[in-house]
């Protein structure tokens, strides 16, 4: 497996735009996680799914931040519309169990709001 | 989840063993501790997990007391190639959650 993989790995667009980030996790995994990483606030955990449905979304700091999980193989996270605060490197990560599995995380998705 | 704190940086020299301590005060019964490591643009990367007493893998050794309330994360003969961030976390049971607190910036010198 190629492990989980993320698109694009670099976005800049320009404030007021809508981003859309994307993850296809490790197949038969059934955890994904968005998470969010800058200098001042360190990796914040945003939402997790499993089996596609949203389980904790109380990481999502804005209604401006929404995230899907169409299928087992695909899911989005949105920032609608897009603010320079919201810049950061924005990972996935997904799991085979849960709490006591090891999470692998993608290469990460660098956005850059201008 | 039970807050975790480690040290903020440390330094060490190649071939030398390095012991991460991190503490948990908080701990509960269905707690697993769990450690990743994070090189610069890439995501973290589990390293070891363990509940009590001692675990080691290919890669590092978690030491854990009886009383739970701290781990030591254990690297034997550390390379350059190790400099890295390390996250001591504590995952449990039910929650399915893992939270990052602002781990240990580990600096390998020559």
């Known amino acids: 497996d190629a492990g989980v993989i993320q698109s694009p790995r670099h976005e800049v667009t320009e404030m007021g735009q809508e981003v859309t980030l994307r993850c296809k996790p490790i197949?038969?995994?059934?955890?994904l996680f968005w998470y969010r990483q800058t200098m001042m606030r360190g990796l914040e955990l945003l939402i997790y799914?499993?089996?596609?449905?949203?389980?904790?979304d109380s990481g999502m700091p804005e209604d401006r931040f929404s995230a899907k999980m169409p299928n087992a193989s695909f899911s989005t996270l949105k920032i609608q519309p897009s603010e320079p605060r919201d810049s950061a490197v924005y990972f996935c990560?997904?799991?085979?169990?849960?709490?006591?599995?090891?999470?692998?995380f993608g290469q990460g998705t660098r956005l850059t709001v201008v | 989840l039970a807050k975790t704190t480690q040290p903020i940086s440390m330094d060490s020299y190649e071939g030398q063993e390095v012991n991460i301590t991190c503490s948990h005060n908080?701990?509960?019964?269905?707690?697993?501790i769990t450690w990743y490591q994070q090189f610069p643009s890439q995501g973290p990367r589990f390293i070891i997990q363990?509940?009590?007493t001692k675990v080691t893998n290919e890669v590092a050794s978690l030491f854990i007391p009886a009383d739970r309330k701290s781990s030591t994360l254990s690297l034997p003969r550390v390379s350059l190639s190790d400099t890295a961030v390390y996250y001591c976390?504590?995952?449990?049971?039910?929650?399915?959650?893992?939270?990052f607190g602002t781990g240990t910036r580990l600096k390998v010198l020559a």
């Open positions: 990560a997904s799991s085979l169990q849960g709490f006591d599995a090891e999470a692998f």
């Open positions: 908080n701990i509960a019964t269905n707690d697993y």
């Open positions: 976390l504590v995952t449990t049971s039910g929650t399915y959650k893992y939270i």
């Open positions: 197949s038969g995994h059934d955890y």
């Open positions: 799914f499993n089996n596609n449905v949203p389980i904790d």
């Open positions: 363990g509940y009590k």
